[in-house]
């Protein structure tokens, strides 16, 4: 996931920080909250691979990073579109290129993957058959 309001913070330790990264599907961080301990490092941006109960494209996840025993937390991850917010005529499109860009070229279809950005995930409208149930988006 990629959340563009993350902050860094500079070490001046000689092994560096540890992180806790806990995540959520509630903005209260009261149930289902999952945590990892990330370093020792001195490296100013961490990467994590989460592991959530649901798909993220099914339940927003909400991350937020604290130095180890800092006591503070960084901004919550900001919200993103789900597939449960999409219309009965509509499919969460969220891959980069977008399908339409990626899939509307049929002499020459470009290979689209999963968007990191979920800021850039969107309900789409199913093309052909009007429903995506019957289409398969």
């Given amino acids: 996931m990629y ?6 913070c500079n070490t001046n330790t000689t092994e560096g920080y540890s992180y806790d990264v806990q995540w959520s599907p509630r903005l209260e ?3 289902d909250l999952r945590t990892v301990v990330v370093g020792p490092t001195k490296n100013k941006t961490v990467f994590v691979l989460i ?4 798909p993220v494209e099914f339940v927003v996840t909400y991350v937020r ?3 180890m025993n800092a006591g503070l937390w960084s901004p919550l991850s900001p919200q ?3 597939t449960s917010k999409c219309g009965p005529y509509q499919y969460l499109d969220d891959r980069w290129p ?3 860009q ?4 049929p002499d020459q279809p470009i290979p689209s993957s999963l968007d990191p950005n979920t800021q850039q995930w969107n309900c789409a409208p199913c093309k052909l058959c009007g429903t995506c ?3 398969g988006g």
Avoid: N, R, W
């Fill in 3 to 8: 959340y563009p309001d993350s902050t860094t």
């Fill in 29 to 31: 961080f009261d149930a």
């Fill in 51 to 54: 592991d959530t109960a649901d």
């Fill in 65 to 67: 990073v604290s130095i």
């Fill in 80 to 82: 993103y579109q789900v």
């Fill in 98 to 100: 977008k399908m339409l």
């Fill in 102 to 105: 990626a899939e509307g070229h």
């Fill in 133 to 135: 149930e019957t289409c």
